[in-house]
T-cell receptor, first 113, second 112 residues
Framework: NAGVMQNPRHLVRRRGQEARLRCSPMKGHSHVYWYRQLPEEGLKFMVYLQKENIIDESGMPKERFSAEFPKEGPSILRIQQVVRGDSAAYFC???????????FGSGTRLTVV | GENVEQHPSTLSVQEGDSAVIKCTYSDSASNYFPWYKQELGKRPQLIIDIRSNVGEKKDQRIAVTLNKTAKHFSLHITETQPEDSAVYFCAASKAEGQNFVFGPGTRLSVLP
């Protein structure tokens, strides 16, 4: 079992560009969560998705951020017109609902220059 | 919404001593409490969890206690080793598999 796969591991974008972060859940997991971690800070919930559905996006900024988890393929977190404040580590996690704590991927470290 | 506080923010102990990290939560509906360990530059890893129908759970050198009335839970690490050095996060959730609210983390340093 390959675990939760995130790519890229590191992403550098100039201000105003778009960032696309990908997450493939563990085999058999149909629930995906995205968290953001600023340097020296904790993990902040962004969005919770199941296949083709957004279950909870209460942690997502209202503008520029979107997420999807299509029927086929990985979950995508998309950040449009990135700003320096978007620089952070973005972690994806997956679970089978009701099966305990979830498993995190290795994260994507986004740097906006 | 839920708010999780965690203390201390940093903790240094001598190798072989015990370490205790405490968390409090605000939402009485929370009933699942995992603990994650994150080494520098790595992913958070689940080390132990506890459900609200249990007061204590132990796994080798790690134990977690839960006081639902007071809305606090604690992580206990005994016989600490240098490889225990990491940042530890507590979290609270209304159900397993739902989104977690994490505490701000405790940086544990185990000194040889």
């Amino acid at each position: 079992n390959a675990g939760v796969m995130q790519n890229p591991r590191h992403l550098v974008r100039r201000r105003g560009q778009e960032a696309r972060l990908r997450c493939s859940p563990m085999k058999g997991h149909s629930h995906v969560y995205w968290y953001r971690q600023l340097p020296e800070e904790g993990l902040k919930f962004m969005v919770y998705l199941q296949k083709e559905n957004i279950i909870d996006e209460s942690g997502m900024p209202k503008e520029r951020f979107s997420a999807e988890f299509p029927k086929e393929g990985p979950s995508i977190l998309r950040i449009q017109q990135v700003v320096r404040g978007d620089s952070a580590a973005y972690f994806c996690a997956s679970s089978r609902q009701g099966q305990g704590g979830y498993t995190f991927g290795s994260g994507t470290r986004l740097t906006v220059v | 919404g839920e708010n999780v506080e965690q203390h201390p923010s940093t903790l240094s102990v001598q190798e072989g001593d015990s370490a205790v990290i405490k968390c409090t939560y605000s939402d009485s509906a929370s009933n699942y409490f995992p603990w994650y360990k994150q080494e520098l530059g790595k992913r958070p890893q689940l080390i132990i969890d506890i459900r609200s129908n249990v007061g204590e759970k132990k796994d080798q050198r790690i134990a977690v206690t839960l006081n639902k009335t007071a809305k606090h839970f604690s992580l206990h690490i005994t016989e600490t080793q240098p490889e225990d050095s990491a940042v530890y996060f507590c979290a609270a959730s209304k159900a397993e598999g739902q989104n977690f609210v994490f505490g701000p983390g405790t940086r544990l340093s185990v000194l040889p």
